[in-house]
């Protein structure tokens, strides 16, 4: 190995600025990116399987599946589905961080001078990216199936980041079970979490299909709120004829997340905080 | 090197105590390093030195005790003391799915460079650490020689007041060992303060300007690595001679190296200790050959971190067990002691990274 002087040492007043939370949040989560161009294969995966799973109920279950209220099941179905793509999220924000943190990059990001809030950043930047591409992903599969939103611009913006809200609200989740859990049981114990949490929803189904304390778990579930507001705004059928939800989904969609955020982003920085005990 | 000669060491560290639940991890842990100089933490797995690194770090709080980097309190000020450092963790913590050069670019931009400076500066790097041929190549293709220079590049975009390297050559085969420490050696010829913590006796006598070891979260020995070995007895030098040669050759190997020599009648081997092995082999030699003496094999060794450790405490290292030495209670210098308590670790929530289990990260590294 041949060592020049000149090139270990650094040169004085290499840096040229001093720290700032969003630009090295934007960096860290650069490193995410890089990873979908160097290795696209896991995330072709992950979109091929949201769609595995809209052509499975589609057509597989569909046929057998009756809206309450009337309608095609595809267009009742999508926005169920995108919801819950939201949902599925949490798993990959929590296995990185823990990742992360396992091989010693997170140590390594904290003993930079950076923002202590970039490393979260960085994540909740790379996932939401991630999760705006798979929606776009599953929307473009789901009009190639034939459904269709049948409102306004306006409304389809809005039911589209109301989707995204959801998915915001669950990073900070993520990001503090990925800090506070690590070791190869954390993901196990995120998927026994995710799974009931998806399917007592009504992504798949309508709550009123349901025996009654049944239905009810499933309407008050966040991904369920989401679900319903995004058929709504996009001019789908909601499954949803009566009851509180029936007026005021966009509401509780709003509401949940706003909720989701305000516990868990306090959790997220005390977490952070403790990786120092 | 231009950097000017501070007036503080670039390193210390007054008492420092850590717990991790029911373990002690650190316990009165002082440590001073002076500017330009590399220094050895030497001690087994277990005695506390990654947590102490961790410490002087930011990366997890102390319970008591005062330490500064380059003058600035550990404690009051984090936020300057990561502008002064650079830390080499015990796992290659670069991205694996990234090139050498993207790993090296995050990092630099990381730490406040521009675009184009991160470039240069990454480009300097790589030529530095004999990386540049494999600067595109996705880092999960590097041995662990190189991922580990990777590691140590990384660390060193901002020259920082001091490099800690915790247990750099875990893991790693003689040749990667090899490279790596060329690397610090090259890293500290241009004056780059280093603390190293190694479990290999060899290792700190090979880096390291001064020396402390380490034992039960405090420093229970400090010096040169002569000054060490001439406290442990140094180096042992045997040679196995025919039966009837045995008391002579004794007296001639003793008088050579003016030193005391013990004879094993069952091994037919002489066994003299000396300050330093490879000065002493020659006189012996010449010794031996003036007197017509038939040596029918010579060999010298270095004390092990076993042997370190029986002088230091009286008890036996706790790195591994071996073999019973005699009735060694588990009451040494340092006080009575539990040897079931010897192996304590910091307890798991506390990082991941401060309790690696070394079995673990020699699999990482390969």
Redesign the interface.
């Known amino acids: 190995?041949?060592?020049?002087?000149?090139?270990?040492?650094?040169p004085?007043g290499?840096?040229?600025?001093?720290?700032n939370a969003l630009r090295?949040g934007w960096?860290?989560a650069?490193?995410d990116l890089?990873?979908w161009v160097?290795?696209p294969w896991g995330l072709v995966f992950g979109l091929a399987f949201n769609i595995m799973l809209i052509l499975l109920f589609g057509f597989l279950f569909g046929g057998a599946i009756e809206v309450p209220g009337g309608g095609d099941y595809i267009a009742f179905l999508l926005p169920g589905m995108f919801a819950l793509t939201m949902l599925f999220g949490l798993e990959g924000t929590m296995t990185a961080m823990a990742e992360d943190?396992?091989?010693?990059?997170t140590?390594?990001?904290?003993?930079?001078?950076?923002s202590s809030a970039s490393v979260a950043l960085g994540r909740a930047l790379a996932d939401l990216a991630n999760s705006a591409l798979s929606l776009a992903v599953l929307m473009v599969g789901g009009l190639l199936i034939g459904w269709r939103p049948t409102t306004g611009p306006a409304e389809i913006a809005l039911g589209i980041a109301l989707l995204l809200w959801l998915r915001f609200a669950l990073l900070w989740l993520g990001i503090f079970l990925g800090l506070s859990f690590?070791g190869t049981g954390a993901t196990t114990a995120v998927q026994v979490l995710v799974w009931p949490v998806g399917f007592l929803s009504t992504v798949f189904v309508s709550a009123e299909t349901m025996p009654g304390w049944l239905g009810v778990i499933t309407t008050w579930n966040p991904v369920s709120a989401t679900a319903t507001a995004a058929r709504e705004l996009f001019g789908n059928p909601t499954g949803v004829t009566s009851g509180w939800m029936a007026e005021n989904a966009v509401l509780a969609a709003s509401a949940w997340p706003l909720v989701i955020t305000l516990v868990f982003l306090p959790l997220t920085a005390t977490a952070y905080r403790?990786?120092?005990? | 090197m231009s950097r000017p000669v501070p007036s503080h060491p670039a390193l210390e560290a007054v008492g420092l105590r850590k717990r991790f639940g029911k373990s002690t991890a650190l316990d009165g842990f002082d440590l001073r390093v002076a500017a330009g100089t590399v220094h050895g933490l030497l001690g087994p797995n277990g005695a506390g030195k990654t947590t102490a690194v961790r410490c002087l770090t930011t990366l997890t709080d102390l319970d008591e005790g005062t330490a500064a980097i380059d003058g600035i309190d550990v404690r009051r000020d984090p936020a300057a003391v990561r502008e002064r450092i650079g830390l080499v963790g015990q796992f290659h913590a670069v991205d694996e799915a990234l090139t050498a050069r993207q790993n090296l670019m995050l990092f630099a931009r990381l730490s406040g460079l521009s675009k184009p400076r991160a470039r240069t500066r990454a480009d300097q790097l790589l030529e530095s650490f004999a990386l540049t041929d494999a600067a595109s190549r996705a880092v999960s293709g590097f041995s662990g020689g190189m991922r580990r220079r990777l590691d140590i590049a990384s660390s060193l975009v901002l020259t920082p007041a001091i490099l800690f390297l915790d247990e750099p050559t875990t893991g790693l085969d003689p040749r990667g060992r090899a490279t790596v420490w060329q690397a610090v050696r090259e890293v500290a010829a241009l004056g780059t303060t280093v603390l190293l913590t190694t479990q290999l006796l060899d290792e700190a006598d090979q880096l390291a300007d001064r020396v402390s070891v380490m034992d039960h979260g405090r420093v229970i020995a400090e010096g040169t690595p002569t000054d060490l070995k001439r406290r442990l007895g140094g180096d042992r030098i045997t040679g196995r001679f025919a039966v009837g040669d045995l008391d002579r050759a004794a007296a001639v190997v003793a008088a050579a190296v003016d030193s005391e020599a013990s004879v094993d009648r069952d091994a037919l081997s002489v066994t003299v200790e000396v300050v330093d092995g490879s000065a002493a082999l020659a006189p012996i030699v010449r010794a031996l050959d003036a007197d017509g003496l038939l040596v029918e094999d010579l060999s010298l060794r270095r004390p092990t971190l076993d042997e370190v450790f029986l002088h230091l405490t009286g008890a036996p290292s706790p790195v591994e067990p071996i073999e019973p030495t005699g009735p060694t209670g588990p009451t040494g210098p340092t006080g009575p002691t539990e040897p079931a308590e010897r192996r304590a670790e910091p307890a798991l929530p506390a990082g991941p990274a401060g309790v690696a289990d070394p079995a673990a990260s020699d699999l990482e590294a390969r």
């Open positions: 190995m041949t060592t020049t002087p000149s090139s270990i040492t650094a004085a290499l840096r040229d600025r001093r720290s090295e960096l860290i650069g490193r890089l990873h160097r290795e943190a396992k091989r010693g990059i140590d390594r990001f904290r003993s930079l001078p950076i690590r403790h990786l120092r005990r």
